[in-house]
T-cell receptor, first 109, second 117 residues
Framework: KQEVTQIPAALSVPEGENLVLNCSFT??????LQWFRQDPGKGLTSLLL?????REQTSGRLNASLDKSSGRSTLYIAASQPGDSATYLC????????FGAGTRLTVKP | DVKVTQSSRYLVKRTGEKVFLECVQD?????MFWYRQDPGLGLRLIYF???????EKGDIPEGYSVSREKKERFSLILESASTNQTSMYLC????????????????FGPGTRLTVT
């Protein structure tokens, strides 16, 4: 059974810092990996989707990488802003979709 | 623009009541999903559907049923609500794929916060 782990569980950084969120998974036989953002009490907003054949995807200040063989993905956020404060979830699609517990990010002004 | 809507943002029900949570997507997606999200447990799949009138159990189907009579609408039913079903319920949809498989992106609704007293 696929297990997805996100480290750290919480992260607090000053505004302007570049940061990396980590996601690891146990079974490398995946279709894709998706990064989401969730604001308190709200649904999930898709940020980036990386297909199993891809190594990375970029959207604005966000860059996600995928290393299937090592079971890892990273989400890089450049020049962080207070509006980036949210919980970031990664989800791995194998036969089903498995979610990590998330990293709660706080960006301080 | 992709849109998944859920009938209620907040819902308060009494123990034993029958509860309907509705989800509608306007993207002509084949696949639809119901998850619940609880602190410390993350998102867990309750049921999913890959076609009209088709349904598959997820990880935690006990106490729930679903209905998909039309492609755009997927309903989650709590036959007799219990306090342990107090949770955030999230609906999602994705295009294509047999039995929920495939490499396509999932889109989520805003969630329904259900409290059972």
């Amino acid at each position: 059974k696929q297990e997805v782990t996100q480290i750290p569980a919480a992260l607090s950084v000053p505004e302007g810092e570049n940061l990396v969120l980590n996601c690891s998974f146990t079974d490398s036989a995946i279709y894709n990996l998706q990064w989401f953002r969730q604001d308190p009490g709200k649904g999930l907003t898709s940020l980036l989707l990386i297909q199993s054949s891809q190594r990375e995807q970029t959207s604005g200040r966000l860059n996600a990488s995928l290393d299937k063989s090592s079971g890892r993905s990273t989400l890089y956020i450049a020049a962080s802003q207070p509006g980036d404060s949210a919980t970031y979830l990664c989800a791995v699609k194998s036969n089903d979709m498995r979610f990590g517990a998330g990293t709660r990010l706080t960006v301080k002004p | 623009d992709v849109k998944v809507t859920q009938s209620s943002r907040y819902l308060v029900k009494r123990t034993g009541e029958k509860v309907f949570l509705e989800c509608v997507q306007d993207m002509d997606h084949e696949n639809m999903f119901w998850y619940r999200q609880d602190p410390g447990l993350g998102l867990r799949l309750i049921y999913f559907s890959y076609d009209v009138k088709m349904k598959e159990k997820g990880d935690i189907p006990e106490g729930y049923s679903v209905s998909r009579e039309k492609k755009e609408r997927f309903s989650l039913i709590l036959e007799s609500a219990s306090t342990n079903q107090t949770s955030m319920y999230l609906c999602a949809s994705s295009p294509h794929g047999l039995a929920g498989r495939g490499g396509y992106e999932q889109y989520f609704g805003p969630g329904t916060r259900l409290t059972v007293t």
